[in-house]
């Protein structure tokens, strides 16, 4: 099955990391991270609570118990044994270093990120690819656009929990418009014709 490293920054935005990763228990593709990826995305989404005006302690819980949640559900996506690797790839941010050490660790084909600037192709190892979400989207919905239908549903079929409803047109739209997934929504529309 196709691996693909998720960066923290298309683990942040939580509609993203919940179509990405509902493609994955649609069994698509197998998702990837770090330690370090689940503790900055814990770190991010907590501030990202704060500024929601969610409670401290409520905003570091919640944070918590995505991390945990998606642990449980990804039970075999988290990539150890990268210290071999730390510092040897040259990246314009040392900091993203531990990404392609994953990537390389975990048999990853590609790294999605919304900061491919910080990882130049030229510096990639050869079998690994740098797409953004939206590409990696509409790669993985092309592969199978069937288990993509079934992610949409069960998106908007869990959608209310904090209090906002989507429909399945309203999760399409959303992925399309603020996420500039067009092309992956247009052929899971033309699919659900």
Not at 88 to 100: A, F, K, Q, R, S
């Amino acid at each position: 099955m196709f691996s693909a490293i998720l960066d923290t920054c298309v683990l942040w935005p939580s509609l993203q990391r919940d179509f990405l990763l509902s493609l994955a228990v649609e069994g698509i593709y197998r998702p990837l991270w770090s330690d370090q990826i689940l503790e900055e995305l814990q770190y991010v989404e907590a501030r990202k609570l704060l500024k929601f005006g969610v409670a401290e302690d409520q905003a570091e819980s919640r944070a918590a118990s995505l991390i945990t949640n998606m642990r449980t559900a990804f039970d075999d996506s988290c990539v150890s044994g990268l210290d071999y690797f730390t510092q040897i790839y040259g990246l314009p941010d040392p900091n993203d270093e531990h990404v392609v050490a994953a990537a390389q660790v975990g048999g990853a084909g590609a790294i999605v990120t919304s900061n491919l600037k910080d990882f130049p192709i030229e510096l990639m190892p050869e079998n690994i690819d740098v797409q953004s979400p939206a590409v990696f989207a509409l790669n993985t919905v092309e592969v199978n656009p069937s288990g993509s239908v079934n992610a949409i549903r069960n998106i908007a079929a869990r959608s209310g929990t904090r209090g906002v409803s989507m429909t399945t047109d309203d999760v399409l739209d959303t992925l399309s418009e603020r996420y500039s997934m067009e092309d992956a929504i247009q052929v899971i529309r033309d699919y659900w014709r």
